[in-house]
């Protein structure tokens, strides 16, 4: 027997209008994730290409068409979202786009389809009618819709770990090191190369030969010598 068919939902997470939820009455066909990250590139002197350090991950993305008709799907009171005609969704939608006395601020929603949840908030929405009643309301319409990924402070803290080890290391330096080069291997950040100089006495960065030992104590720690 075939399972029931999932309505996908837009829920307010937070705000004057906390846990309303809006019914997606036709499910979109399909849907974009997008995620990227932001790099630094960093030349250094006697290299190839230069050195990728990575600054920040950006937030994922999620697009979608969302289709409202009310002639396929006319309005009922046993339909999730209740009586409402697709004028009356297209405002409510519409109105997520709007500053919340509350927050100060568009507020964060979830968007929930089957497995799929989405906690992001609406940057931007485009609404696109292609059929009217004889009054000029919209009857049929397509909503182009794109969640940006909604974290708090609290959430973004959890995941990266931002501290280097708390061991003092040594390192023997090969034929092709330089500082720069053990900085971002070691720290993942080639411009430490003036912490490594300063915990081994260097004066000239450059003055390094394959054989030689360095102390590399964590970043913000002396290597305890005098």
């Known amino acids: 027997m075939a399972g029931k068919l999932e309505k996908a939902s837009i829920t307010v997470l937070t705000g004057s209008k906390a846990n309303q939820v809006y019914w997606v009455l036709f499910n979109p066909t399909e849907y974009s994730f997008d995620r990227s990250n932001t790099f630094k590139a960093t030349a250094i002197p006697g290299l190839g290409a230069p ?17 409202l008709d009310d002639y396929t799907d006319a309005p009922s009171n046993s339909a999730p979202g209740g009586a409402k005609s697709v004028q009356q969704r297209l405002d409510d939608l519409t ?66 770990r931002r501290q280097s080890s708390d061991k ?16 971002a291997r070691e720290y993942g950040d080639p411009t430490q190369w003036r912490f490594i100089a300063e915990q081994n006495d260097l004066d000239d960065p450059r003055a390094i030969a394959p054989g030689e030992w360095l102390i590399l104590p964590p970043l913000g720690q002396s290597n305890g010598s005098d």
Do not use: C
Not at 56 to 63: F, K, R, V, W, Y
Not at 168 to 183: E, F, P, Y
């Open 51 to 67: 050195l990728l350090q990575f600054i920040n991950g950006e937030s994922a993305q999620l697009s979608m068409d969302l289709f």
């Open 95 to 160: 109105a997520l786009l709007d500053i919340d006395g509350q927050l100060h601020a568009p507020p964060p929603v979830r968007f929930a389809w089957g497995p799929l949840q989405f906690d992001g908030i609406i940057e931007k929405m485009t609404r696109k009618a292609t059929l009217f009643r004889p009054d000029g309301t919209p009857a049929r319409a397509t909503l182009s819709v794109s969640f940006k990924q909604y974290s708090t402070l609290a959430d973004l803290l959890q995941n990266p």
């Open 168 to 183: 003092s290391k040594r390192r023997v330096v090969t034929g092709h090191d330089s500082l720069w080069t053990i900085a």
